[in-house]
């Protein structure tokens, strides 16, 4: 089965950059989706943005604003989130999540039936 571990996460100051792992193993890596989604305190898990099984294909919540990148490293079953110009309100638990690629890129969290524990992201200075 499908196991997901994030990692990188931590205390940042605004401003900083800061990258998150998302480690794949169980299956077939390259045939799958993968997704980043954040659960802020007090706020329902938002999608963050979400990358097709080749890289070819990317999307992002409204809120990105061009300071999220996503991509994967199929050789190394691992997905990223590159996270630019850290603000407070970043801070967050952001997990991810993964299903098989079915030819349409999802941002729905039911699209997803494999997740992670998540990685907790603080930015304060």
């Known amino acids: 089965q499908v196991q997901l571990v994030e990692t990188g996460g931590g205390l940042v100051q605004p401003g900083n950059s800061l990258r998150l792992s998302c480690a794949f193993s169980?299956?077939?890596?390259?045939?799958?989706?993968v997704a980043w989604f954040r659960q802020a305190p007090g706020k329902e898990r938002e999608f963050v943005a979400a990358i097709n099984w080749n890289g070819a294909l990317v999307t992002y919540g409204d809120f990105v604003k061009g300071r999220f990148t996503i991509s994967r490293d199929n050789a190394n079953n691992t997905a990223y989130l590159r996270i630019y110009v850290l603000k407070p309100g970043d801070t967050a638990i952001y997990y991810c999540?993964?299903?098989?690629?079915?030819?349409?890129?999802?941002?729905?969290?039911?699209?997803?039936?494999?997740w992670g524990q998540g990685t907790q992201v603080t930015v304060s200075s």
């Open positions: 999540a993964a299903a098989p690629w079915t030819g349409v890129l999802q941002i729905q969290e039911s699209a997803y039936e494999n």
């Open positions: 169980g299956r077939t890596f390259g045939v799958y989706a």
